[in-house]
């Protein structure tokens, strides 16, 4: 059981969520606060003077006073109306994190929620209740409304949600768990889908995976770069140092550490005539690293907003008054999913430079054309190629801002969101791709390795190939390539091939550095 500090919120401790699928505790020392918000909200919702959510309607509909007896009533309306997300459903880890989040987020007792509701949410998150999130319908502002309806509605036993991987409707599955559906209170309902935390969990996620992504890059360049027998002299600290990129330095060293004792890199030293290998080589540290700065930047604006209170209005306990803001904007998630979608992409362009670079007997130093022992009858990766070039090309594509597509909604009372929602939840496609990509290089790179024998890279590299053809075969002639692809990308999406290299660190080791 990790108990949740708002405020204090690490990206460790969230993945450690994430990863581990822990129950969670809500910290008891912010009831007081959580209580207080929520006496301030049902005072004001017997009072007769207009306050946004509690007494009033939504939207545009702002202006108009609900009767005090329909005001329990707005609430569910409120939630019932909203879920109207389509699309596939979330997954359930990342479902799970967004609930985290928002429970987060309630606690700092500016929501005015009752602490029962929250609890509500912490009893979900620790069943095997997993909320059904359709993943399309919000613009990220104001706030992503939808999916948080979606996630509302299995509280008070409606909508749907998957009990141990069925799905059945939200009263059967609250039935199930024992857990009583509740009644929403005043604002409550608006405290629930007014935030940024569907787009938060998806960015998050797509953060980790693509720290994951830098890892698992480091290994397979420095695979690579044996492979066509490149110089490590490009990965000299006092290169990287002179120019002081952390991102740049880090990864340097990490691949100066792999390749370290590679026979293969001694044996061509003193004769080999090449000045210098072309840049998806020779500058692997400069933009990887820059990929990691990237991610980095990124990292500090999603743990900023993983300790935030993002709904509206917001209750000020210390001033006992309720006021209006636009803390639901999402545009800081926004811009942190489009800089990792930059990061993405870039990881996977100069990864498909060294597939290309690979298959092609003109460049690869001595390499079988395409990596086949016998070209021609045999088409080796060829068409592996090719797929890497498409999936780079997708990713490109998917890499273009959303934030800057803002389009007016809710009657223009909302006319500038964040398209933060699916800007974060596109990273999920751009990892698996950059996954498949790096998993081609990988294919080739282990190829190309073989077929320097007798000659051998690095210890290191040695054990990571050794373990790797454990699990995929060297290919002698052409067989189904696409079963190769597909368990290679799942290896490395597993973490496999960095605890082969002893690379499995944490993202902090890096920000903290």
Known sequence: ?????????????????????????????????????????????????????????????????????????????????????????????????????????????????????????????????????PHQGSVGASGDLAPLAHMAAVMIGEGWAYYKGEKVTGGEALKKAKIDPIILGPKEGLALLNGTQFSTACALANLYNGWRSILNSIVISSLSTDAIMGSTSPLLDEIHTLRGHKGQIFVAKKMRDLMSGSIIRESHREDDQRVQDPYCIRCQPQVLGACLDVLKNAGATIEIEANAVTDNPLVLVDEGRIVSGGNFHAEPIGFAADQIALALAEMGSISQRRVALMVDPTLSHDLPAFLTDNPGLNSGFMIAEVTSAALMSENKHLANPTVTDSTPTSANQEDHVSMAAHGAYRLFKMNKNLSSIFGIELLCAAQGIDAREPLKTSPLLEKVKAGFRKQISRLKDDRYMATDINKVTNLLESNFLIKEAELNIPFSSFLNS
Not at 26 to 31: N, Q, R, S, Y
Not at 44 to 66: C, D, E, M, Q
Request: overall charge positive; proline content about 4%.
């Open 1 to 133: 059981m990790e108990t949740l500090k708002p405020g204090s919120i690490t990206l460790d401790f969230l993945e450690k969520l994430f990863r581990n699928k822990s129950k969670v505790s809500l910290d008891i020392a912010l009831k007081d606060k959580v209580e207080k918000a929520a006496k301030i909200v049902e005072d004001a919702a017997r009072g007769n003077s207009p306050v946004y959510g509690v007494n009033t309607g939504f939207g545009k509909l702002a202006n108009k006073i609900i009767p005090h007896e329909d005001r329990e009533k707005l609430q569910k309306n409120l939630v019932l109306s909203h879920c109207s997300g389509v699309g596939e459903p979330l997954q359930e880890d990342v479902t799970r994190l967004m609930m985290i989040l928002k429970i987060i987020s309630l606690s700092f007792g500016a929501s005015g929620v009752k602490w029962s509701t929250i609890n509500q949410i912490e009893k979900i998150v620790n069943s095997d209740i997993v909320p059904e999130i």
